[in-house]
């Protein structure tokens, strides 16, 4: 079993950056892959980013170039820059572990950015 606990939401302006952490507890010599992915408003769940155990990253479309994904010992982080009012939305963090789905979550936190 594996645990996340996501921190770091908040309300900033357009253009300004936050910073994101999941902290996992558990097994996670298990995880494969930790991932980023927000609901948005009138928006199914997406992913954001993710990150493998072999350090290998992917990034949505729409935040190519602004976020970054990184492991720092049991944090996963997510740094979100030049912010928009469409990345407005509820964060969960999400683990895969080897030979299955993305089978944990967190409760996730929210970031709201005004225009």
């Known amino acids: 079993q594996v645990q996340l606990v996501e921190s770091g939401g908040g309300l900033v302006q357009a253009g300004g950056s936050l910073r994101l952490s999941c902290t996992a507890s558990g097994s996670l010599f298990s995880i494969k892959t930790t991932a980023w992915y927000r609901e948005r408003p009138g928006k199914g769940r997406e992913s954001v980013a993710a990150?493998?155990?072999?350090?290998t990253t992917t990034y949505a479309d729409s935040v190519k170039g602004r976020f970054t994904i990184w492991r720092e010992n049991d944090q996963v982080h997510l740094q979100m820059n030049s912010l928009k009012v469409e990345d407005t939305g509820v964060y969960l963090c999400a683990a895969q572990p080897y030979g299955g789905g993305m089978d944990y979550w967190g409760k996730g936190t929210t970031v709201t950015v005004s225009s």
């Open positions: 990150l493998t155990a072999g350090r």
